[in-house]
């Protein structure tokens, strides 16, 4: 009996194992990665650099989800966890933002982590406000309305903020046809009674932050409206020109900054200067003259929208469109590109400055919007629940109060390993929008396992553990470019893919080996047998010489080799089990036969019968055409010595003849199996014999000893015999010959009797009536 050993289970475990390992493949992500830097980039997964070989329990993979690495030393372990330092919180009354820089290390790919952050409405924050006026023509109610509410202006501000400031300056247009109606030189002061001719510019800086009241309505009042004929204005160069001149507007660093931009016409954009052939781009730099005025105005273009949205963003510069209803839409669409600003409806004459002002300024403070500068191998979301309780994705609270504090979980995603190193330690800013304050990101994006650098842990060069042909980095071996294999074993460049293919049949196939050996550069080792009679064999470890079919415990029938599952039967044998021999002795009767009696095939070393006949030999057939032609010539020369086999054939009868051949006084049938023959001899005499076969099937015959001859014939009586029929013979021709001639005779006289009726037909006029012996043509035949 073969009982499964302990190898045999080891070999069943390995294959249940892979299988499980090959189906897991399919879903788990992990475990189709097969160094460390790959693992890693996979959420959840981490790697161990020690190879555990054992296969108890669960298969070990050094790639696994952390939940299921339970095999690995901990010093083994790769799994990079996020680390946050918060690294520099300020605390002061006049800061909004805490804390103000954060480090978060050890990001992997597709990991998100959270952090908190928090925006305060600090009371008494400082307020500084740039009034930037259009003075051309139409402007000039407002600018005596703006002169007369100044002061009520600034004590509205002062009474939310002390710490107020305000600037002024004014704006008309590059001094340059189309853009004016007439140059200076050319100006009759006569057109323009109230306000003679003064020198059209672009941008005038009048007054830098103060807090003084009386200062800005002195700046404002000295201000001259000035006409221009185009009417879109050139405004967007001073508001440029403001935002990046900060120093001579005096912007304080710590402060909300806003420009009221109050116009009531439309603004000139970079590529209108090219009406008036000025085609240099703007430089966004600031370029004015000790005069204040801006220089540049006839030598560059007007800003594009980008331009004042960056320069607004850079400088958390507030603008306010203060602009009249009829323009309000163009502003309304510049508005949408420019953070922090917004568009308020001025009145023709600017009676609502005051107001408008005060709302958009509230508007702006009271609220906080986030943005940040993250690339796109970060995400950065925003939640808050602003004032409330529901927490929510949002960068944006409104409404808020003075000595609010507004609760932020700022959540990042390292979306991607990116390809330039210097990119996964980016340096994010996340601030308010408006609001010269930044929470300063220091982001690392771990894309890489220590253990695979020069020096770090884990990493051996020239490794004996890869055959001195490649490193150890994190327990795998990378080879030099001539070797391959898992250990650096193999010659050549293939990857383990490569080679595991030429260990397997085909691609459906996912055991190597067929489980029975171990893939080794691409061939098969065949694993050793415990008996070492025993071999597994093949390319893929397919065949063996031990899983053949047995005979009564033994291997082909101790008849053959088995050969890859198949008995090689010796000469003579054959069979799935090579039990059966291939001649047919054993098919022929004892003493010889036609194989099977002729009445069936040789099978196997016995006979399978046809459907009529049975016996060992199929030699019972009671329908079969009798076999006495094939006993007679035995019979004959065995007991009369006669016959084709007797006399000078008498080798040949004791070599055909060799069954039983016995004589008996009288023969019949005995057995149902047996048959009756008999043949006449030379002397006509019946022989009479029964053949039958015994229990082993040879054949067996019994003659009858005396021939049954026929009682002799006597001579004389076949002599007289013969006379008798010869007269007999004579006396009946004789006869016949007399019938003969008598019929003719009567048939000539019936003629000749008819003709003579005919002639006395002819003539008989009178004479009617004749006889035979009046008719002179009648002449009797007897007489002549
Ligand atoms: C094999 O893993 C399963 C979870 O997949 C776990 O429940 C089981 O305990 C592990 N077996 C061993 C021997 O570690
Ligand atoms: C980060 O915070 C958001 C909002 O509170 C939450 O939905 C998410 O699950 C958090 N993520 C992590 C990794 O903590
Ligand atoms: C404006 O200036 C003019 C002189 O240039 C002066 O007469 C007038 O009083 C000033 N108005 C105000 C409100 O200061
Ligand atoms: C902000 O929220 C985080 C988590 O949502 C919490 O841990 C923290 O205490 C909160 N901070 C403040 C100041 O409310
Ligand atoms: C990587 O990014 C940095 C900064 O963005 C850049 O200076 C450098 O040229 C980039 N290197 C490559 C190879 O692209
Ligand atoms: C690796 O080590 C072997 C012996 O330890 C040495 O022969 C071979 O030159 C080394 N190869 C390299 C690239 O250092
Ligand atoms: C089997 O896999 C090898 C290597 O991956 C590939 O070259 C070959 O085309 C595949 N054959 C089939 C039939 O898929
Ligand atoms: C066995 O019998 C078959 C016919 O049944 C015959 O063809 C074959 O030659 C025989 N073989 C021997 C060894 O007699």
Not at 141 to 154: C, I
Not at 343 to 353: F, G, R, T, W
Request: with cysteine.
């Amino acid at each position: 009996m073969y009982f499964p050993d302990w190898k045999f289970w080891t070999v069943f475990c390995v294959l249940f194992a892979y299988n499980t390992y090959v189906q897991g493949n399919a879903h788990d992500p992990c475990l189709s990665a097969t160094t460390c830097v790959a693992c890693i980039r996979v959420p959840n997964c981490v790697w161990c650099s020690h190879k555990t070989t054992s296969l108890q329990g669960n298969k070990s993979h050094q790639c696994q989800l952390r939940d299921l690495m339970t095999y690995c030393p901990p010093e083994s372990l790769v799994d990079p966890i996020p680390v946050q330092n918060i690294l520099v919180v300020k605390q002061d009354e006049l800061i909004q933002l805490h804390p103000q820089r954060v480090s978060v290390t050890n990001l992997r790919q597709g990991l998100v982590h959270n952090f908190s952050m928090q925006f305060e409405v600090v009371k008494n924050y400082p307020a500084d406000l740039y009034y930037l006026m259009d003075v051309s023509h139409s402007m000039l109610d407002d600018k005596n309305n703006l002169m007369r509410l100044a002061p009520s202006l600034v004590e509205t501000m002062r009474n939310i903020t002390p710490a107020f400031q305000f600037g002024f300056g004014s704006f008309v247009n590059k001094n340059v046809i189309p853009f004016v109606e007439k140059t200076t030189a050319s100006c009759d002061p006569r057109s323009h009674p109230e306000i003679g001719c003064p020198v059209t510019y672009s941008f005038r800086h009048q007054l830098s932050m103060s807090a003084d009241v009386n200062k800005f309505t002195e700046t404002v009042n000295s201000t001259s409206i000035v006409s221009t004929f185009d009417v879109p204005e050139g405004g967007f160069d001073a508001l440029l020109q403001a935002m990046v001149c900060k120093d001579r507007i005096g912007w304080r660093e710590k402060s909300r900054r806003l420009i009221v931009f109050a116009t009531d016409a439309h603004s000139h954009l970079a590529g209108n200067g090219r009406l008036g052939g000025i085609i240099q781009p703007n430089d966004g730099l600031c370029h004015l003259d000790p005069d204040n005025t801006y220089i540049e105005a006839l030598n560059q273009d007007y800003p594009s929208l980008g331009q004042i949205s960056r320069f607004a963003k850079d400088n958390d510069i507030n603008i306010i469109f203060a602009v009249t209803n009829d323009v309000k839409s163009s502003y309304q669409e510049f508005s949408k590109f420019v953070p922090g600003s917004s568009v308020a409806n001025l009145d023709p004459d600017s009676e609502n400055i005051v107001e408008l002002v005060r709302e958009t300024y509230e508007k702006i403070s009271l609220s906080v919007e986030m943005i940040d500068t993250s690339g796109p191998e970060v995400r950065v979301r925003y939640y808050t629940a602003c004032t409330g309780t529901l927490v929510q994705e949002n960068n944006k609270c409104e409404g808020l109060k003075v000595g609010d504090i507004v609760n932020f979980t700022i959540s990042i995603e390292a979306i991607e390993c990116p390809a330039n190193v210097s990119a996964r330690t980016p340096i994010i800013q996340i601030k308010p929008v408006g609001v010269n304050e930044v929470l300063t990101l220091d982001l690392e994006i771990v894309c890489d396992c220590a253990c695979e650098k020069p020096g770090g842990p884990g990493f051996v060069a020239n490794a004996t553990e890869c055959n001195s042909s490649g490193d150890l980095k994190c327990g795998v071996c990378e080879c030099d470019s001539s070797h391959s294999g898992s250990h650096c074993e193999c010659r050549g460049n293939e990857n383990i893919v490569e080679l595991e293919t030429k260990c397997k049949p085909d691609n459906a196939t996912k055991i190597l080996c067929s489980g029975r050996g171990d893939c080794f550069c691409g061939k098969c080792q065949c694993h050793k047998r415990p008996n070492s009679m025993e071999e597994i064999s093949g390319t893929y470890c397919e065949c063996d010489d031990f899983s053949c079919d047995r005979f009564d415990g033994n291997l082909c029938a101790g008849h053959g080799s088995c050969n890859c599952g198949q008995c090689l039967c010796n000469a003579g044998w054959q069979g799935s089990d090579c039990n059966c021999k291939t001649t047919n002795e054993t098919c022929i009767p004892i003493g010889g036969g036609d194989v099977c009696s002729g009445n069936g095939v040789c099978n196997c070393g016995s006979c399978q019968c046809s459907a009529t006949s049975n016996g060992r030999y199929c030699e019972n057939c009671p329908t079969c055409p009798s076999r006495c032609d094939e006993f007679t010539p035995c019979v004959q020369c065995k007991v009369f010595q006669t016959g084709p086999y007797s006399a000078d054939n008498e080798a040949v009868c004791n070599s055909e003849c060799t069954y039983s051949i016995e004589t008996q006084e009288t023969v019949q049938v005995e057995e149902t199996s047996e048959r009756e023959c008999s043949y006449e001899n030379e002397q006509k005499c019946t022989i009479n014999f029964v053949y039958g076969f015994d229990s082993n099937g040879a054949r067996q015959v019994r003659v009858q000893q005396e021939p049954i001859c026929p009682p002799p014939i006597p001579v004389l009586a076949v002599g007289f015999g013969l006379a008798g029929a010869l007269i007999a013979l004579l006396l009946l021709a004789l006869i016949s010959y007399r019938i003969v001639t008598y019929i003719y005779d009567k048939r000539e006289y019936a003629r000749v009797l008819k003709e003579r009726e005919c002639e006395q037909f002819e003539d008989e006029t009178q004479n009617v009536k004749w006889n035979a012996g009046n008719n002179p043509l009648y002449v009797n035949p007897w007489v002549t």
